[in-house]
């Protein structure tokens, strides 16, 4: 295949694989493509190196990728989440006496879309568009572990699990028995695992259609306060994340 008939057939094969409302196989995507069986796994093969599609091994079909579905939070979310957002994190913040944001994925990191700081900014404390990675914060944490199976193991698989501190989490099994409980407890907790100063909360975000959407976060940078003074008020920090989520049509049916 010519580069440009490369590019074309990519096109076509992610075009079938996310028009789709079912999970698809191997032969079901030669068939509805048409092409040759050597061509279509040498595709999907190209595909999944670069993250935009994924292979469920379980099953044996294939899925949009980390990559692809990136892109789609981003576009969807990056305009609107903001503005939905802002007068939640101001409330939480206020109240609590923390700094609070809204993020999604970016990838395989934590994008910020909206900060509340509080009193004001801590030299250490990410800006709007900064991005973090996921095993380090409590909002990386949460969105994974609230991430459909297939795309959660896709990106655990290719995660740096880079040590930033002495609590920083570098085991990959470790990681995914964190992101179990995160997900049975509905909350993330990052106790000292970026900067040792550094604690904070988060809750998941859900859209219309019940997939998660984004995290909420509340952090305190001052070295002052810990875990279980924040776990004190994560009622309000669910609360939060509810109402975001009430707003993008969770739970409308």
Not at 36 to 63: F, M, Q
């Amino acid at each position: 295949m010519t580069k440009s008939s490369i590019i074309s057939k990519s096109v076509q094969v992610l075009d079938i694989i996310c028009s789709s409302r079912t999970r698809l196989s191997y032969s079901q995507i030669t068939e509805a493509a048409g092409l040759p069986k050597s061509s279509t796994h040498r595709l999907l093969s190209i595909l999944r190196e670069e993250g935009l599609v994924a292979l469920d091994p379980l099953r044996n079909v294939y899925a949009p990728g980390p990559l692809l579905m990136g892109w789609a939070t981003n576009v969807l979310s990056a305009a609107d989440l903001p503005e939905i957002a802002a007068s939640t994190l101001v409330k939480l913040s206020s109240d609590v006496k923390v700094g609070t944001a809204i993020s999604i994925l970016g990838g395989n990191q934590v994008l910020w879309l909206k900060i509340v700081d509080y009193p004001t900014r801590h030299r250490q404390a990410p800006r709007v568009g900064d991005r973090t990675p996921i095993h380090v914060c409590a909002a990386g944490k949460v969105l994974l572990a609230f991430s459909e199976g297939i795309r959660r193991q896709a990106i655990l698989e290719v995660l740096e699990l880079e040590a930033f501190t002495h609590r920083t989490i570098t085991d990959r099994d470790l990681f995914a028995a964190e992101l179990d409980k995160v997900r049975e407890a509905g909350i993330a907790i990052s106790n000292r695992e970026e900067f040792l100063q550094d604690i904070g909360l988060a809750a998941p975000v859900f859209d219309h259609n019940g997939d998660v959407i984004a995290a909420i976060s509340m952090w305190d940078m001052t070295g002052r306060r810990s875990a279980d003074d924040l776990l004190i008020h994560r009622q309000k920090l669910i609360d939060a994340a509810a109402e975001i989520s009430t707003q993008l049509g969770y739970g409308h049916l």
